[in-house]
């Protein structure tokens, strides 16, 4: 496993957890739509690609330590995310952010900056 840098999980509606993966340096992309996850991995700082759809994530705690310098797509549509950390407000670099289908009851104006498609 220490070459893995794809991984997909999708579909695995008993899968609560991917608390394995943290720490894993060299993950470029993962998918773990449809699950039952309710809460982040952790320090998976090589992450571009993270789509986490259709599980039961309530808050994105943790995202800051997934998203660095090369993330460029956040998908986490159809969970019960209330709010948007105050500490993505430090990330520069992500494309597109899809948090259809949430609890968010409004959009933080930092949000809005020119690298960013909502």
Request: charged fraction near 15%; include cysteine; hydrophobic fraction near 40%.
């Amino acid at each position: 496993m220490m070459s893995l840098q794809y991984l997909t999980v999708d579909n695995n509606n008993d899968l609560s957890s991917l608390d394995a993966l943290n720490g894993y340096q060299r993950l470029r992309e993962l998918s773990a739509s449809n699950c039952a996850i309710d809460h982040l991995p952790t320090n998976l700082s090589s992450l571009t690609t993270i789509d986490m759809s259709q599980n039961k994530l309530t808050s994105l705690d943790g995202l800051d330590t997934l998203i660095w310098f090369d993330c460029k797509s956040l998908v986490f549509r159809n969970n019960s995310i209330t709010t948007i950390p105050t500490t993505m407000r430090q990330v520069q670099n992500i494309n597109i952010m899809d948090l259809s289908n949430n609890l968010l009851t409004e959009l933080p104006i930092w949000l809005f900056n020119a690298n960013l498609k909502v």
